[in-house]
């Protein structure tokens, strides 16, 4: 099963792709990264980049699921609302491309990699350099954030 993991973001999207195979639980990362939009850009503008550019990732890697983290309660509303569109967007992009769409609370993806549901981001980056096997835990943490999305979906899907 190939995987597309999302964090989402206006300013940074982080995306990883990791194939996983149920026999022995392995898992190998594909590719990942970030989708940028410049700052001070008009928001239509950042949103149609996020959307060319995802959709460009997702013609490349033919993921069979996105794996999408859900918002959570943010202090800042404009935030919130800013990351709430990038979302909308991703989800629609994997939709458009006829991929399934699981979500996942940042409290599921800590319990699911570490046991522990506030796990601090050190701890979920190691765990995400782990199970894939890195020398190194993947930067930025938009991106380490994205790739523990798509590995919580892998173990949930092991769960059903």
């Known amino acids: 099963m190939r995987i597309i993991g999302i964090d989402p973001g206006t300013g940074i ?3 990883g792709v990791v194939d996983f195979r149920r026999g022995g639980n392995k898992f190998k990362m594909v590719t990942a990264g970030v989708i940028t939009t410049p700052a001070h850009t008009p928001t239509d503008e950042r949103l149609e980049e996020i959307f060319n550019s995802l959709t460009e990732i997702i013609d490349e890697t033919k993921p ?3 794996s999408i983290e859900k918002l ?3 202090r800042n509303v404009t935030t919130a609302i800013s990351v709430a569109e990038a979302r909308g967007v991703a989800m629609l992009t994997g939709r458009r491309a006829g991929i399934s769409i699981a979500e996942y609370t ?3 993806i800590k319990q699911t990699l570490t046991g522990y549901g506030k796990a601090d981001k050190k701890q979920i980056q190691e765990m995400v350099r ?3 096997g890195l020398t190194e ?3 930025p943490d938009d991106c380490a954030d994205a790739l523990a999305a798509a590995i919580t979906h892998a173990a949930m899907s ?3």
Do not use: C, H, T
Request: hydrophobic share 60%; net charge positive; no cysteine.
């Open 13 to 15: 999207l982080g995306f």
């Open 64 to 66: 069979d699921v996105m």
């Open 72 to 74: 959570f309660f943010a």
């Open 106 to 108: 940042p409290l599921q």
């Open 130 to 132: 782990l199970n894939l």
């Open 137 to 139: 835990v993947p930067k």
């Open 158 to 160: 092991r769960l059903a």
